[in-house]
């Protein structure tokens, strides 16, 4: 199968985009390569992309370009939709949408401030059909001082945000989590790429399922030979006020273990 890599350099009109990019947008966006797939490109520049596109996806596919820049309107004439308006506005996301109607896959390279990218993500999360994809790129502009980061509302921070809230599905944390993410069903990073899956079929509040197998009563071995694992015995087999007292023990235990993992996090190397 073509590599985007190949349609990139196959495109007529220049593209910039960043070399990392092909191995992972080939390893997500291969499935609907031929398919009649609706995708919008953000940021449109001199078009070469458009191009890169229409050669990855194929002739089925129909490619709609949004840019601020009403020059890009030329584009038409090669047969893509081109939609001009600010990628940060709330009402140019709504009129896009009301014409466009449902979209698989949109690829945010448009200004790529956090307002721009948080505004699209928000916006366009609730216009793309189960199965589809939401891509930003140059997301290290979260790390970027003329971007104004780094900072709590960063569009890096946002995504952060969005693990809480899938996180949120599981039935055991309806406290102290964010509310579940609805549409998203999971989030896959790469240097400087976020793609959002989207899937409404897939992000009810879990449940805990059986298999109905054979138990042999195989003791759980999580605290085994550490000072949890005598309280967390305790806890097992008192009751009342004392199972509460050894449960608050335990979890202050927990947090000691924590602690001790900060070397992991000030020297990583993964
Ligand atoms: C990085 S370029 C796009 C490059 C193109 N996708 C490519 O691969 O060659 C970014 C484009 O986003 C446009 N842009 C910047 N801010 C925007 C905004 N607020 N809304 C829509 N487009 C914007 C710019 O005018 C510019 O053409």
Redesign the pocket.
């Known amino acids: 199968m073509k590599t985007l890599r190949e349609s990139f350099d196959n495109s007529k009109y220049?593209?910039?985009?960043q070399d990392s990019y092909f191995d992972a947008y080939d390893k997500v966006l291969n499935r609907f390569v031929g398919k009649p797939v609706t995708v919008v490109?953000?940021?449109?520049?001199?078009g070469?992309?458009l191009f890169?596109w229409r050669d990855y996806f194929g002739e089925n596919a129909n490619i709609i370009g949004?840019?601020?820049?009403p020059s890009?309107k030329k584009w038409e004439e090669h047969g893509f939709r081109i939609f001009t308006?600010?990628?940060?506005s709330e009402e140019f996301w709504d009129n896009f949408f009301k014409e466009v109607g449902p979209v698989d896959i949109l690829i945010d390279?448009?200004?790529?401030t956090n307002h721009?990218q948080i505004v699209t993500v928000q916006k366009a999360v609730h216009h793309i059909r189960d199965g589809g994809l939401l891509i930003v790129e140059?997301t290290h502009a979260s790390y970027m001082k003329s971007f104004g980061n780094p900072s709590p509302y960063s569009f890096i921070a946002f995504a952060k945000s969005i693990i809480d809230r899938i996180h949120g599905r599981y039935t055991g944390n309806t406290r102290g989590t964010k509310p579940p993410a609805r549409q998203i069903h999971s989030v896959e990073f790469f240097e400087s790429m976020t793609v959002f899956s989207i899937d409404r079929r897939k992000t009810k509040m879990s449940e805990i399922v059986r298999n109905g197998g054979i138990s042999s009563n195989a003791v759980d071995y999580r605290f085994k030979k550490n000072a949890a694992e005598r309280l967390s015995e305790k806890v097992e087999s008192s009751k009342g006020l004392v199972r509460n007292i050894y449960k608050k023990l335990l979890k202050r235990e927990m947090r000691r273990q924590n602690s001790s993992l900060k070397k992991y996090f000030t020297n990583i190397d993964v």
């Open positions: 220049l593209s910039v985009k490109e953000v940021g449109v520049l001199n070469g992309s890169m949004v840019e601020f820049n890009a308006g600010d990628q940060a390279d448009g200004g790529h721009q140059d």
